[in-house]
């Protein structure tokens, strides 16, 4: 994230704006080319039942994955080209697909080594293509960072990676041998399927807007837009890396509605809180967060930040309702959830339609939130009456009120302290400490099943 800020700060908005609108619509077509094939290899992979599979199905799933890598390198060039790309930019679109492709590849390479629990050694790769990235443009900066030379180093970092996540693969477990066969080919992407329409779903709608800002609006308002999300992708980790543990749990108790509510109830706080710290910090000192961009105008970091604290109000929606996604597509709900995101998809394509080209990147901030705010609306109605696990009211309310409280402390703060922002934003968080406390939404008994003591296991 800060190597991409470094980045934009020397191309400039508009010079990356367009990579960013180029590396979403990858991101969109490149979803095809995995079809779900990689959470469910590492599902399978993962199971004792499955031991086998490495030595008689995987050797399959590489050539038939890399193929769809391949056919969608190919599809992605005519829809470039559709959508207004020409020559250079077109060449530019295939380097950042192929960059992409390498990378979702070396994840794909990567699953026998996270289902085999090999923890130290994933870890490690999945920093490495981001620090030969950052090694490349550190290298660039002294004789003036390009575009072109952008590409190319992700390019190179992505491929470099592939190739020793294959080494890797085969110092481990042994040469895997690629076979072909149809049939097996085609059972298996049937059997992946319903991880496919979630993958195909979530990466257009992630990704649509940048596109569409830089075709309707400029690539300079897909920059702005492109510098403020990098924020919101940031902070979502956190939610991305807890929702599995939660699926999991979920998807143990799919018939016992009590323990799902118990379930739920508990996460609410475990996701919310925090982030609703972190969505306070950025709507009263957003500003802070671009400090990185030292040849921005005025104009352009206050456009940047106005498009940050609306994606941030997304993300507050997303702290509140994320856990309710995972519960309902943990327990058979998956179905009526992808219509859900598919309406909100196509109100978003219109939205966009109707204002990007007046009012650009702040729109797609405004758009996002509102799409954002019905699909949450619909997961609650789905929770009652599909799951039929009653929702937290008393919860949601207290949490909403420590948020409403937090604001107002930051807001005096502001006005009557005016300190500087490191300051503020500590008497903030002991203040919210004291709300979070003072609500009753955080409990010492919650803390101890969120951190059991060493006998919690026996029991």
């Given at each position: ?7 934009q ?11 960013a609108?180029l590396?979403?619509l990858?991101?969109a ?5 995995d079809?779900?094939l990689?959470?469910y290899?590492v599902q ?11 030595g008689?199905?995987?050797?399959v ?5 890399g193929g769809?890598?391949?056919a969608?390198?190919?599809?992605l ?16 679109l ?7 492709l390498l990378?979702?590849?070396g994840q794909?390479?990567r699953?026998p080594v ?7 050694t994933?870890?490690?790769l999945s920093?490495l293509?981001k ?5 490349a443009i ?6 003036g960072?390009t575009?072109g030379?952008y590409?190319g180093?992700r390019?190179g ?9 294959y ?15 149809w ?11 319903p ?6 779903l ?5 990704r649509v807007?940048?596109?569409?800002l830089?075709r ?5 308002e897909a920059g702005?837009?492109a510098g ?6 940031a902070?979502m980790?956190?939610?991305?890396t807890l929702?599995?543990?939660f699926?999991?749990k979920?998807?143990a108790?799919?018939?016992?509605p009590?323990?799902?509510r118990a379930l739920l ?7 919310t809180v ?5 969505v306070?910090f950025?709507l009263?000192?957003?500003?802070v967060?671009f ?15 106005w498009?940050?604290q ?6 507050l929606?997303q ?6 996604a ?5 327990t ?5 959830v992808?219509?859900l995101v ?15 080209p007046?009012?650009g990147?702040?729109a797609?901030?405004?758009?996002t939130l509102?799409?954002a ?5 619909g997961?609650?109605g ?5 799951a039929?696990v009653?929702v ?9 009120a420590?948020?409403?409280g937090?604001?107002a ?11 500087a922002?490191?300051?503020e ?5 002991l203040?919210?400490?004291?709300l ?5 939404v955080?409990?010492?008994a919650e803390l101890r ?6 006998g919690?296991g026996?029991?």
């Amino acid at each position: 994230m800060l190597v991409e800020n470094l980045v934009q700060d020397r191309l400039g908005h508009a010079a990356f704006g367009l990579v960013a609108a180029l590396s979403a619509l990858a991101v969109a077509v490149a979803a095809l080319a995995d079809l779900g094939l990689t959470p469910y290899a590492v599902q399978r992979l993962a199971a004792d039942a499955d031991a086998d599979f490495l030595g008689q199905e995987f050797p399959v799933l590489l050539p038939l994955r890399g193929g769809l890598g391949l056919a969608a390198l190919a599809a992605l060039l005519p829809v470039g080209w559709v959508l207004g790309y020409r020559g250079p930019q077109l060449g530019l679109l295939a380097a950042v697909a192929a960059a992409l492709l390498l990378a979702q590849y070396g994840q794909f390479l990567r699953g026998p080594v996270q289902a085999r629990q090999h923890f130290n050694t994933d870890a490690v790769l999945s920093v490495l293509e981001k620090a030969l990235l950052l090694v490349a443009i550190l290298a660039l900066l002294p004789g003036g960072l390009t575009l072109g030379g952008y590409v190319g180093a992700r390019l190179g970092a992505a491929a470099f990676t592939a190739a020793l996540l294959y080494g890797v693969l085969v110092r481990l477990f042994g040469r895997v041998r690629y076979r072909w066969h149809w049939g097996q080919a085609r059972a298996t992407l049937r059997q992946s399927a319903p991880f496919a329409l979630i993958v195909v779903l979530y990466g257009i709608n992630e990704r649509v807007d940048m596109v569409m800002l830089e075709r309707l609006a400029s690539p300079a308002e897909a920059g702005h837009y492109a510098g403020a999300y990098r924020w919101v992708d940031a902070v979502m980790m956190y939610v991305w890396t807890l929702m599995p543990l939660f699926f999991a749990k979920f998807a143990a108790v799919p018939h016992n509605p009590a323990e799902q509510r118990a379930l739920l109830w508990f996460g609410q706080r475990v996701v919310t809180v925090p982030l609703l710290l972190v969505v306070a910090f950025v709507l009263f000192r957003g500003e802070v967060l671009f400090w990185q961009f030292h040849h921005s105008t005025p104009a352009e970091l206050a456009r940047m930040t106005w498009c940050l604290q609306i994606l941030f109000l997304n993300v507050l929606v997303q702290a509140f309702f994320a856990l309710y996604a995972a519960l309902l597509n943990s327990t058979g709900h998956v179905r009526v959830v992808s219509r859900l995101v598919a309406v909100s998809i196509v109100l978003n394509l219109g939205l966009n339609l109707l204002t990007l080209p007046r009012y650009g990147a702040v729109a797609a901030a405004w758009n996002t939130l509102i799409c954002a705010v019905l699909v949450s609306a619909g997961y609650l109605g789905l929770v009652r009456g599909r799951a039929r696990v009653a929702v937290p009211w008393g919860l949601l309310a207290r949490l909403g009120a420590a948020f409403g409280g937090l604001c107002a402390v930051w807001y005096a703060l502001q006005t009557f302290a005016r300190l500087a922002w490191l300051p503020e934003s500590a008497l903030a968080t002991l203040a919210f400490g004291g709300l979070v406390l003072a609500l009753g939404v955080v409990r010492p008994a919650e803390l101890r099943r969120l951190w059991p003591g060493p006998g919690a296991g026996a029991r």
